[in-house]
């Protein structure tokens, strides 16, 4: 038995491992071929819809501001008004947060 392995490994036990790893190379050549192509079609998308971002925003303003005036400046209000209770309600958070810190070094 030990001659028969012997016998193959001398004959064909060689080439049948270097024609699976041939073929094991060629195989994660193609995985990697793909996987490049599969990053670069989502970074074409990406890019695809960072455009339509930004050509949707630019129709929009261009839009209100031009078509419907008056509700433009009522959104730009809205944005104005949201804008300042934010930091309003940051400002009283950080204040009651200070002010907790402060007891608790006192105490």
Do not use: P, W
């Not at 491992?17 to 074409?44: F, G, T, V, W, Y």
């Amino acid at each position: 038995m030990t001659n028969k392995v012997l016998n193959f490994e001398n004959d064909g036990g060689d080439q049948l491992s270097r024609k699976s790893l041939l073929k094991e190379s060629e195989h994660l050549s193609n995985s990697e071929r793909l996987i490049d192509e599969q990053i670069e079609l989502a970074s074409r998308t990406h890019e695809n819809l960072l455009y339509q971002r930004s050509t949707i925003d630019s129709f929009n303003s261009t839009l209100i501001g031009e078509k419907l005036g008056s509700i433009g400046g009522l959104l730009k209000k809205i944005k104005v008004r949201r804008r300042r209770q934010t930091v309003i309600l940051a400002l009283v958070i950080a204040s009651c947060l200070g002010f907790l810190l402060l007891y608790f070094r006192l105490a």
